[in-house]
């Protein structure tokens, strides 16, 4: 995922922003990390590169 796509995102429940909290970047794109809504708290992990931005209860397990 690129950073830039921060200015587009927001929290699928509430629709406020999200804080971005990187665990693996390479080349300038997130690899591993974390969204989370700055209002409800929900967590949207990013895994390979992909923002998984699902509500909780559609998720896999």
Same mark, same amino acid.
């Given at each position: 995922?690129?950073?830039? /796509? *921060?200015?587009? /995102?927001?929290?699928?429940?509430?629709?406020?922003? %999200?804080? %971005?909290?990187?665990?693996?970047?390479?080349?300038?794109?997130?690899?591993?990390?974390? %969204?989370?809504?700055?209002?409800?708290?929900?967590?949207? =992990?990013?895994?390979?590169?992909?923002?998984? %931005?699902? =509500? =909780?209860? *559609?998720?896999?397990?």
């Amino acid at each position: 995922m690129k950073k830039s /796509l *921060m200015d587009i /995102l927001c929290c699928p429940l509430d629709k406020q922003e %999200l804080d %971005l909290d990187v665990q693996r970047e390479e080349d300038g794109e997130v690899l591993q990390g974390t %969204l989370t809504c700055t209002e409800c708290g929900e967590r949207y =992990p990013i895994e390979d590169g992909i923002p998984n %931005l699902l =509500p =909780p209860d *559609m998720r896999e397990a």
